[in-house]
Structures are given as C-alpha cells and as structure tokens.
C-alpha cells in the first residue's frame, strides 16, 4: 500500500512539471492581453443597480488588484488612460437553494453576473466586450453569517477571475 501511494504522488509530481514545461497555466495565474496593448487604464465607472452597498468598493478592489497581477496594468488618471473600463452588476442574488421537508434552508447560493468593457481613452470607441460574466457561490448557514460573507466575496473573486480570463487571448 505503501508503495502504491508513494508511486501516484510521483506521478502526479511528474504530471504537473510536465504541464507546466509545456506553457500550461492554471488560468487565474495566465496573463491576460489588454486590447491594443493597452496598459495605462483607469476605472470609469462601475453601475450597480443592486441594494448591496458593499459590491461597489470590494468589485473595484478586487478588480484592480487581479488586473495588475495578471495584466502589468498601471491604474491612472482619466487623461493619462489609452483605456477606460466600464463595469456593469446585471444581477446579484442571495436566497435558499436547497431546503429540507420542514422547509428550512439548508444552503443557500449568491449568484453575481455582470459584464464589462474597455473603451479607447482617444476617441471613446470600444475596444472590447466580455459579454455576460456569471459566478455562483454555496454557502452554509444564514444568510446573514460569516459563511454568506465569505460566499459573498469569493462570488467576486470568481466573477473578476472570469473576467480577467476573458482577456486571456491576443486580439
């Protein structure tokens, strides 16, 4: 038995060097290609037609930060920007997905779609689209406790994850 284990973990050692010999990358970690080049951009404005308050600031942190990791991006005023990201919440839902026979919640789902785009800061044309972005996350317990907090805020992490992937291909 011993032997057995000890084989599947050199193998499974070996299947990731041979992955990553070959260029291949978990896709929160790929760089993503900016439209054009683009590098210095500045965060126009995020629409969020929803009542959680809270959405705003942590989606425009949590964006800056997975773009200038992934994408050398330098944040800037408006007039130094070759690129202007827009960023639209669709939705966001927080409710009961999976009860039990008295009717109790037993888990629960937050659901974030939203979609995105990055306009030329020099003549105000799009450059790019992401189209519709949508992450789900379960949780545990009410929806007012720390596990919908923690649900909450990696339904962010995946939505910005998929949005940065989007750009993950040359133009």
Do not use: H
Not at 50 to 66: A, G, I, K, V, Y
Request: with cysteine; charged share 25%.
């Amino acid at each position: 038995m011993w032997l057995f284990e000890r084989t599947l973990c050199i193998l499974g050692l070996m299947a990731v060097l041979a992955l990553s010999g070959c260029g291949y990358q978990l896709s929160a970690s790929a760089p993503i290609a900016l439209p054009e080049g683009m590098t210095a951009l500045y965060l126009e404005n995020i629409v969020n037609p929803t009542t959680q308050s809270w959405l705003d600031p942590t989606l425009r942190s949590t964006l800056r930060d997975e773009f200038t990791r992934r994408g050398q991006v330098r944040w800037v005023e408006k007039q130094e920007a070759n690129g202007l990201l827009e960023v639209e919440i669709l939705s966001y839902t927080s409710g009961s997905k999976l009860e039990n026979a008295l009717e109790e919640t037993v888990r629960s789902q937050v659901v974030l779609q939203l979609q995105a785009s990055i306009v030329r800061g020099t003549d105000q044309t799009r450059a790019w689209s992401s189209g519709r972005i949508s992450a789900r996350e379960s949780f545990s317990g009410p929806e007012d406790g720390p596990e919908a907090r923690d649900a909450e805020q990696r339904v962010v992490d995946l939505a910005v994850e998929k949005l940065a992937d989007s750009l993950g291909q040359e133009f």
